[in-house]
């Protein structure tokens, strides 16, 4: 069964330093979005993208976080000056056109 | 209280026995799904309820819907070991392909063998 994938499983990085999270949706859909989530707290909405571009963002989606569809199967969200307040699990999705959201395994990111 | 908040936070019980939770939302919604997440893993969809259905099933899940009261219930019948997961509500505004999904707290269950 097609499923989400995403790398790494654990990224540590240093305070101010830019990541890169990668996700490959399932190969037909359409929508993607990604969440996180801070250690014991809810699952929070980031991003969601649609036909090369934004189509929602969140309060949390500042200037600091960027995504793209750099070709026809990666997702990518870019963190560009981390913050420790950044380290969670962040969760990648992906629809093809109906309302059931495909999650990927995370990656969980710790900023020291 | 936010968008989707469920209680019990958590919830023990033993195998064999039901399991139910329920999840209180404040504004309209179009739909509503029940996630599980296992402990460190992603989310998996487990059940989707429209706005216009009162309940659901699937397999050992009950899912009931009262818009009035903006509340949610899910049920698991004669709960497994395996079923020991973390399950959130997620609400839905417009119900259209793309929308963002609002996740609740969970709650943390744990059946005992």
């Known amino acids: 069964e097609p499923e989400v994938t995403q790398t790494p499983s654990h990224q540590v990085t240093q305070m101010g330093q830019e990541v890169i999270l990668r996700c490959v949706p399932i190969s037909n859909h359409l929508y993607f979005y990604w969440y996180r989530q801070i250690l014991g707290q809810k699952v929070e909405f980031l991003v969601s993208f649609y036909n090369n571009e934004i189509s929602e963002k969140s309060e949390i989606f500042d200037d600091q976080f960027s995504v793209e569809r750099p070709d026809g199967s990666n997702f990518t969200l870019k963190i560009r000056s981390t913050k420790l307040e950044d380290s969670a699990m962040y969760f990648c999705?992906?629809?093809?056109?109906?309302?059931?959201?495909?999650f990927g395994p995370g990656t969980r990111l710790t900023v020291l | 209280s936010q968008q989707g908040e469920e209680d019990p936070q958590a919830l023990s019980i033993q195998e064999g026995e039901n399991a139910t939770m329920n999840c209180s939302y404040k504004?309209?919604?179009?739909?509503l799904q029940w996630y599980r997440q296992n402990s460190g893993r992603g989310l998996v969809h487990l059940i989707l309820?429209?706005?216009?259905?009162r309940e659901k099933h699937s397999g050992r899940l009950r899912v009931t819907l009262d818009t009035s009261k903006k509340s949610s219930s899910l049920l698991i019948t004669a709960s497994r070991a395996a079923d020991t997961a973390s399950y959130f509500c997620a609400t839905d505004k417009n119900g259209a392909a793309g929308n963002k999904l609002t996740f609740g707290g969970g709650t943390r269950v744990l059946v005992k063998p």
């Open positions: 309820i429209r706005s216009n259905e």
């Open positions: 999705a992906s629809i093809a056109g109906g309302l059931e959201q495909f």
């Open positions: 504004t309209s919604i179009n739909n």
